[in-house]
Every structure is written in C-alpha cells, then in structure tokens.
C-alpha cells in the first residue's frame, strides 16, 4: 500500500511536475531589467521611429554651441539675457522654467533628461517625452505630428521641434490660403 | 412607262430597296459628329467600358490619351491605370483637434489632381464653425471664412472631402455605371463613360462630387503631368469628378498630396487591414466619428480627437 502510494505520487511529480518546473526557470533565469522586458512585449508601433528629417532645425551658425559656451564660465543664475539669444522668449510651461532645465549647464551640445542622462539633440523626443508623455505616444504610432513619405514603407518623420519652437511650443497662426469663389460671384 | 413619264436625264435606276439602304446609312453617319472626327476620335467614341478592357486594350487606352494631352498642354504627359494592391482597404483619419483651416490641403489637391482652375474646382471644402453651440449643425458651418489669420479664436475647422463610402450611393445613382468602387476601397470615375447627367452629385450626402460645368482650364505649366485614368487625368467639360485618395500616389505606396502638406499634421492615411497601421491606431485609441453615420453610406474617412 505505501509503495503504491509511493509510485503515485512519483507518477503525479514526473508529469506535473514538468509544467511545474518550466514556468518557474524562466523565470528566475531571466535577469533582464524591467525595462528590457517592457521593450520584448512592445509590438513594433511603440517603437522610436528610426526615419528623420536630419539635421535638428537650428538658426544658422548656432551649433555646436560650445564654440561659445567652451571658453565661458557656466553661470547658472535666471537672468535676463542681454548679450546673446535675446531673441529668445522662453514661453513653455510657466514662469519656473529655465535654459539648464533641459540645455545641459556643463555639456552644452548636450540636453539632458531629468534623470541626468545626456542626449543629443536629434534624439530631443525623450526629453519632450518627459511631459508630454501621451503625445509621445501617439508620435511614436505616427498619430500627432506630420509624416510623409510611404504608407506602407519608408516614412519621414519629423522632430518635435520641426513644427514647435521649442521655447514657445504653441502652432503660430497662419494666413488661410483664399476662400472657393462663391456661385455669385462667377461670371 | 414611268420612266418615260418622271424625265430622268441621268437616267439613273434606283428602286425602293436600294433607296432605302441608302438613306440608312446616310441618317446613320450624319448621326456621328464625324466632321471633325481623326482616328483617336472613333477609338474613343467605340472606347468598352473600362472594366471590360483587357490589359493590351487598356494599354491602347492610355497611349491615345497620353498623345492627346500631350498635344494639349505641349509637354509630356503620362497616363498610368495602376491596379489595387491585394489586401488593402485605404482609410483617412483627420484630427479635428488640430486643424486650423489654413486650406493648405485644398490647393495641394487642386495642383495634384489636375482640377480646373477656372471655373473653379475644389476637391476638399473646408467648413468652419463657432464654438460653443449646443449641437453641430452643417448647415451653420462657413465655408468662405477670410481672415488674416487661422484659427481664429472661439472657431474650429472641419474638413470635408469624398469619404469613400463602403456602401455609396453615388456608384448606385449612376445610369451607365460609369464611377464605381475599385477592390482597395477608392470610389473612382470613368472620365469616359460619364455622360454628365448630376445623378451622383444628387445622391452623394457629403457634396464631394463635382461638375465640370464649362471647359476646365489649367495652365500648362501648372499641370501635373504624372495622372492616372482613374484619377486626375485632364477631365472634359461635362462630366463628374471627386477625390480619389490621390490614386495615382497611394497606389504606388505614397502619401495623399493633402496628408503631405498639412502644417499641423492633423491628416492620416493608411491600410485598414494592416493593424500596425497608423489609422488602426487612431480608430482603436481615439474619439472615432464618421459624417453623417446614420445614412449607412459607412464611410472609410473617420474624424477624431486626438487630445
């Protein structure tokens, strides 16, 4: 009777005891981060689009931007600037923001995310990103922003800072192209 | 006897049968505008309904067309009839969260597509409405709005253009089967076969069909010389013409001229059976709506609000 119970329990181990096993080893032998994993269940319109309209869109001769700032003293001071980018009214997220919030103070070819990681500035989507969390989504599917190129093959994208001015991000008004003719007013 | 009688100088011999086969004929070539008929003339008056050509006909098709616009507008223009890719229904998603009605789309499609400039065709109206009513009437909406600059505060834009219906009613109106809905979901016309009578214009709920009511004109230089038949080949004075998700770019696996040229990015294109793609994203995530739903035309153009 205890060896028959004996070799039913071992009956019971060598087959459940497979699915038992298998679910669990995959998981303890994967070490990857949380942040790798995320990016294998992604489906492939979530990911960073790889096609860009190069360069990132600068004013003529302002990059790279240590050719100045190199030789200068890093002053991290909110001032009113008098000598240099005085074009530059800063109108992005109210009253508190500042250039070295996203303009790295010691690399100044650099942006840097709030994490204090460096990036370049065609990869500026993950800064934005930072707060605009749900348009970078939709960015990254191709639903905000402008695409062109082929529906179902190579697109261009373009970067945030194709269509917004990054210090005052809200869409200028246009002039409308002319209205149809009315039917009264054909000859 | 009556020769004698009827004094006949030619002496000519014509009894009743031959008079009548005659005259037949006769009544059967004045009925032709024959006068100023050359070779391409009768090709195209005996032309088969363009779903009935085979492929060497079609190509014979194109080459008499492409000659004739050649002539017209002295430079080279080429005629395509490029075929439905095989697993793609084409839809349009427009955010109206971001139009500004700045009508850049309506040009862009104007120089694409070959439309007349005078008189005046405009595939795509843009409708502009105040903000705030209680409900959204179309008939409220402006469409000849001018100001300096767009938006204009307190107003929002929509859009409007051929919403290429799964179900037209267009294609149904027509008497001689002339416009009718190809395998990737484009409602096209036969610029052929119309025979101008308005029935579609009549059935259409959304305006989208358009009449040439005189001679279109478009300047030679202006002309888009890459056309297809289906598409915006030159039309003639008299017969129906709508927007055909630019068949003549997507066809070959390009953006619509208007999704290209939207400064605010607020048009999307796509395969509707292709789940990765941009407009299954905004139908699947997005405030989905079709105009005029509750017609069952079930249009393929879907209106959303992506903020």
């Not at chain 2, 001679?215 to 056309?227: A, F, R, S």
């Not at chain 2, 030159?234 to 927007?243: I, N, S, T």
Request: charged share 25%.
């Amino acid at each position: 009777m205890i060896i028959n119970q004996r070799t039913i329990f071992l009956l019971f181990l060598l087959l459940f005891g497979f699915f038992l096993i298998s679910p669990s080893r995959s998981f303890s032998s994967g070490s990857h981060s949380d942040a790798e994993m995320l990016q294998k269940t992604k489906t492939p319109e979530h990911e960073i689009p790889k096609y860009f309209v190069p360069p990132p869109p600068f004013s003529e001769g302002i990059f790279p931007c240590s050719d100045c700032h190199g030789e200068m003293e890093p002053n991290p001071e909110r001032r009113e600037l008098e000598e240099m980018h005085t074009n530059i009214h800063l109108k992005h997220a109210g009253p508190e923001q500042w250039c070295t919030d996203c303009h790295d103070l010691k690399n100044r070819d650099k942006l840097h995310l709030i994490n204090g990681k460096l990036i370049n500035f065609d990869e500026l989507y993950y800064l934005c990103g930072q707060c605009h969390g749900t348009i970078f989504r939709d960015w990254k599917a191709g639903v905000h922003g402008k695409r062109t190129g082929e529906w179902n093959g190579k697109k261009i994208y373009r970067l945030c800072t194709h269509c917004h001015n990054p210090h005052q991000p809200h869409f200028k008004p246009l002039k409308p192209k002319h209205p149809p003719e009315r039917p009264s007013d054909i000859k | 006897m009556s020769k004698k009688i009827r004094n006949n100088p030619l002496s000519l011999q014509l009894d009743r049968r031959k008079f009548l086969k005659g005259s037949a004929l006769g009544l059967a070539a004045s009925a032709l505008p024959l006068q100023n008929a050359d070779a391409s003339f009768i090709d195209a008056f005996f032309q088969k309904h363009f779903r009935e050509l085979n492929k060497k006909e079609i190509q014979e098709v194109l080459d008499r067309l492409e000659q004739e616009y050649s002539e017209q507008y002295s430079k080279h223009v080429s005629v395509k009839a490029t075929k439905a890719m095989p697993g793609v229904q084409f839809g349009y998603g427009l955010d109206l969260s971001r139009c500004i009605g700045c009508r850049r789309c309506v040009y862009a499609c104007v120089g694409e597509n070959n439309q007349s400039r005078d008189p005046q065709i405009h595939w795509i109206q843009v409708l502009s409405f105040k903000k705030g009513e209680k409900w959204t009437d179309l008939e409220d909406s402006d469409k000849y709005y001018n100001p300096d600059k767009v938006p204009e505060p307190d107003h929002w834009y929509m859009p409007v253009q051929c919403q290429q219906c799964r179900n037209p009613a267009c294609t149904r109106a027509c008497p001689t089967q002339a416009t009718w809905k190809e395998p990737d979901g484009i409602v096209v016309v036969d610029y052929n076969w119309c025979i101008g009578c308005r029935y579609c214009m009549a059935a259409c709920p959304y305006g989208a069909r358009h009449f040439n009511w005189g001679q279109p004109h478009i300047p030679n230089d202006e002309l888009n010389p890459e056309t297809h038949y289906l598409g915006n080949r030159p039309r003639y004075k008299g017969v129906v013409e709508k927007c055909t998700f630019c068949i003549q770019r997507t066809r070959d696996g390009r953006y619509p001229a208007c999704v290209e040229i939207c400064p605010v990015g607020a048009r999307k294109f796509g395969n509707l059976l292709d789940p990765s793609s941009e407009i299954r994203y905004c139908i699947e995530n997005k405030r989905v709506f079709r105009l005029k739903e509750e017609l069952n035309t079930l249009p393929k153009f879907y209106y959303f609000y992506a903020t």
